[in-house]
């Protein structure tokens, strides 16, 4: 318990100092929102016009005073307005999250599950044809840029073969292609973690006495190695899920996914603070929690990293 | 380990060669000669401008180069410096500079690079800058476990018996105990920042889009998917072949046909 609370301290200070990071990087900026929108919207750039949305903005206000104003009100849930869209911040990225949630989520979940097939196919004949492909995958996985392997998919299937219709179709047939390309991109390292959870055990004397008995490798994995490998697998598991918000960024701008990724892009385009801050704000809040479920989710599985 | 360096040291001056000759000039636009398919004279073809587009990708490969050379150096000393540094001092001051690296990691990398080089433009050098700022967390917590290893050696406690101060120690012990790792470590995220360099570019917040930037150009080449899909496809494959070969270099246990780790 002592522990718990320990880490929950240490996570509000790190979200703390991102939040100040957050702050300052978006201020030292160069380019005036004011500007922008003033030009933007085709108002005439008076002086009187920018103090009006200087003041309505609360940019005239010393730094130090924004920052407290921002975050007071970023706790209390009001994230400030969009300057583009005039909505509010939040409810921008409610709307957007399932998107996003569905690819990096989805994605990830498909790979989880076929990644078990994969690793223990490869863990029955290590060095075997299963190996090598598990291998590929991975190595695949690591090398081939996403945005390029993404068009290089949209073309075959939409353009050359005609099977989907990604731009025009419904959700599903939209958030199909990206779904499954998150999912290549975690089959391959989750089936390698999976094979070798299952490998470590092969070692371990009781299984030797099960392959003695004369159990084929198939059986002796699947009696006796198969739980011990899912519990490290679940907890390999957890910390993969950081990165899937924040980290399909250039899925959602290939395919155009409406998600907050997306959103990020056009709205730094647009020198739009807020966005910004609340999205660094939201993925460092997901990746503290994200580490703490997988601390907690150890604990459980594990008694042995309880201290 | 020495084959591996010797792969990159010729990667290295393959991509140099690349930046100071190409067989056309690279800017070199000719609209009689859009789209014209690959040719004896022109092995990948030329593209929606009529540029080369070898030589456009040879610039690109230069330019990758001098990404990776600047964001290998920046996340490198910061991350040396950093956790080495924690390592040394302890106590308030370890804790704090490691809670530092664990706020760089938790901050994604692209979006940090994005932002500063939407602020300061996307050249070779800004995304080099804006990547090693936004990636050296993991060396910082790398090196800092290293030196702490180190420092925990006999040796080291009996050369800090003998009175050999820190700057001593950090020379003679802990930098030629640790600098082998964090190098090979160094040298196999190359591969990750030249995809999150051509990530960066195909976005292309902030950048010059008559720069011939691997990402840049597949921007551009998407845009014919329907009629010369073709031309997307080398930047990609330029791409895939220096991550390929970085990757199969430099993790020779993860190469086909090695011996299986359990």
Redesign the interface.
Known sequence: MVHLSRHVL?AS??LW??SI??FA??H???ADPVLITLVEMNIPVTPENEAVLRTEWGLDRPLIEQYGAWLWRFVGGDWGRSFRTDLPILSEFLQRLPYSATIGLGGLGIAAILALPLGFAAACR??GTV??LS??L??GG????????G??L??LLA?ELRLIRPFFGGAAEQLLLPTLLVGFYSIGSLGRVFR?EL??I??QPFFRTALAKGLTPETALRRHALRHALFGYVAALTPECA?VV??T??VE?VFAVPGISLF??ES??ARDYFV?QA??MV??VW??LIHGLSLILRALLDPRTRR | MKRQWAIIAGMALVFTACGLWQPYDAAAVDLMARHMPPSWDHPLGRDHLGRDVLSLLMLGAWHTTIVLVIVAGVSFTIGALVGTGAALAGGATETALLRTADLFIVMPQLVIALSLTSLFGLTPVTAGLALGIGGWGPYAILAHGLARRTMAQPFVLAAHALGVGRAGILSRHVLPNTLDTLLTYLASDAGRNVIAYASLAFIGLGADTSQPDWGALLFEYRKFIFDNAWLMLWPGLAILATTLVLHLALEPSMRFGSSVRS
Not at chain 1, 142 to 149: R, T
Request: hydrophobic share 70%; proline share 5%; glycine share 8%.
């Open positions: 240490q200070l790190m100092g991102v990071f957050a990087i978006i030292a900026m160069p290590p060095g190996d090598y291998r590929a991975s190595i690591q090398v081939i840029p996403a945005f390029w392997l068009l290089v949209l073309w353009v070798n490998l470590a092969t070692v990165w924040g980290g960024a250039i701008i990020l892009v730094i385009a910004l999205y660094v993925v460092a990746m503290v």
